[in-house]
């Protein structure tokens, strides 16, 4: 019998060893966040004997947060942390179990592909060295970290500015390969409709709401224990300093179009969750939405707006989230996009199900909905 080891001693690490004494009946069990009761990312490394065929038992996802979740959910995967790919599961009685033959002596699986902080790293450098960006540091996060703003544009004066913040959910990465994709896009000198936009239109980016949750393997809370998607009314720097900092910008900032990128742990598809519950919301907003909506499913089949989430009542919107309340307080355009940690289930992938690719192309793709808005 090989000698099993289980590690999460590392960038958004999160498992517990509940039993590995035996490759065949290996037992894990997810941890909650640091200062919270939410629970369902979990990020490891298992090194057993090539060879080996080992089965892993999650035993407390049926306590998670989200356990409709699981069910349809295969688990990413990857020998290298480059190439990530998914691994079938099943969950019955509250227990996700999958297993993996080792053709390789160490395996690293994740709830969804990581995205680390030394790429949201690397990705603030590469934006910088194009002369349209500038990288600022808005404040610190409760741990130290630096909460990032990228401006992006070719004028002083712009006459449109459009938001973009990922990741308030830290176990939500494909919000940051979202990002990603974007920004790529939008940097492309060879993109006529990213040229013409950043003309007379400022961007502002940020890539990662959430880095202490990030580092931390949380799913939805940052260091203090704060889901940072219901801070937006009354934020403060001493338990969310992260939307303090940013909202205080935006309001300095004004802005004609908010986008808060999310992903969503039970439904298998891309879609976006507006402010039909605001106070303000009237036919001028649903216009805008419509055509924003259809002009992001004329370029992108990932893409649709027959699943998704119930729309508010009038006037019962709560306004602690991000996209409500800045809809609200500008009067404008604001959409949480949500995607899948699962698949999409009208564009399947057997092999890599939804993926830090199929996410970036998504956000490569959203340049064409905020160009038609802008117009």
């Not at 690397?122 to 990228?150: F, H, K, Y």
């Not at 998607?229 to 802005?255: I, K």
């Not at 009208?346 to 890599?352: A, Y």
Request: charged share 25%; glycine share 8%.
């Amino acid at each position: 019998m090989s000698s099993i080891v289980i590690s999460d001693q590392f960038d958004s690490g999160n498992i517990d060893v509940v039993d590995a004494s035996n490759p065949q009946d290996i037992k894990l069990a997810i941890r909650k966040d640091n200062a919270s009761d939410f629970l369902q990312f979990f990020h490891f490394r298992l090194e057993a004997s090539t060879g080996e065929r080992c089965k892993i038992s999650i035993v407390n996802a049926g306590e998670s947060s989200y356990p409709n979740g699981w069910p349809g959910y295969d688990v990413c995967t990857s020998w290298d942390r480059a190439d990530w790919f998914r691994t079938p599961s099943t969950f019955q009685d509250g227990v996700l179990s999958f297993e993996i033959e080792m053709t390789q002596n160490s395996v690293y699986f994740s709830y969804f592909t990581p995205y680390s902080h030394e790429r949201h790293l690397d990705l603030l450098a590469w934006t910088q060295g194009d002369s349209r960006v500038t990288n600022e540091t808005l404040g610190s996060t409760i741990d130290g970290r630096a909460m990032s703003l990228l401006r992006i544009c070719e004028t002083d004066t712009p006459k449109r500015k459009v938001w973009v913040i990922a990741r308030q959910h830290p176990g939500e990465t494909m919000a940051e390969w979202f990002v990603e994709g974007l920004l790529h896009s939008l940097l492309d000198e060879d993109n006529p409709a990213a040229r013409k936009l950043l003309s007379d239109t400022a961007f502002y980016v940020v890539p990662n709401m959430n880095p202490d949750g990030s580092a931390r393997g949380n799913l939805r809370t940052n260091a203090s224990g704060a889901n940072l998607n219901r801070e937006w009314q009354t934020p403060s720097m001493e338990t969310s300093p992260e939307v303090y900092l940013v909202r205080e910008r935006m309001m300095a900032e004004g802005g004609d179009l908010f986008l808060d990128i999310h992903g969503d742990e039970e439904l298998p598809y891309n879609f976006v969750a507006g402010c039909e519950g605001n106070p303000s919301y009237d036919s001028r907003h649903a216009e805008l939405g419509k055509r924003f909506k259809n002009t992001y499913m004329g370029i992108s089949p990932d893409f649709q707006d027959t699943h998704g989430y119930p729309k508010d009542e009038a006037g019962k919107a709560d306004l602690r989230i991000a996209a409500n309340w800045l809809g609200e307080h500008f009067k404008t355009l604001s959409f949480t996009i949500e995607m899948p940690f699962k698949d999409n289930a009208d564009l399947p992938n057997s092999i890599r199900g939804w993926s830090g690719e199929r996410s970036a192309q998504l956000g490569k793709d959203v340049l064409f909905p905020i160009t038609k808005h802008c117009d």
